[in-house]
């Protein structure tokens, strides 16, 4: 928990921290949103809040592989800029948003993978095409 004058937000340095400030309007995380959905061939649009986002995000794919390749972005997307704001407050450090944005691709693909018996794409072909890479594959 953070002491009352540590509430503001620790990746853009002046918002108070809320949940949706935090993953959907903090000025750092949009850069991060934007690169995403930039890689992944979507538009950006912020909602006001998680839930119209997630349910959003879902419905930008039409089937169901693709669907558990984007939740699996989605996760990592949550996991990564958690743990980032967390370095950022324990640790000190920096946030650079290319870093977090191949951290997030790195992790979704190594969840990917990690759900098959044998790995069905590289790194660089899931940084191509995540799509591509769900839709070949029927383990998933």
């Not at 119209?52 to 592989?65: D, E, L």
């Not at 558990?68 to 800029?81: E, H, P, R, S, Y």
């Not at 997030?104 to 799509?131: D, N, R, Y």
């Amino acid at each position: 928990m953070l002491q009352s004058d540590q509430q503001t937000c620790m990746l853009c340095d002046g918002k108070i921290e809320t949940a949706v400030h935090l993953f959907l309007h903090c000025d750092w995380v949009a850069k991060v949103w934007y690169e995403i959905t930039r890689w992944l061939g979507f538009t950006l649009i912020i909602p006001p809040n998680l839930a119209i986002y997630f349910a959003m995000w879902a419905t930008c794919v039409s089937n169901k592989k693709e669907k558990k390749g984007i939740c699996l972005i989605w996760n990592a997307f949550m996991w990564v800029v958690w743990k980032t704001r967390n370095r950022c407050i324990f640790n000190n450090m920096a946030a650079i948003c290319e870093e977090v944005v191949e951290q997030i691709k790195v992790m979704s693909w190594q969840w990917f993978i990690g759900t098959m018996a044998k790995a069905p794409c590289l790194l660089h072909e899931w940084k191509w095409s995540l799509i591509d890479c769900c839709l070949g594959f029927s383990d998933i």
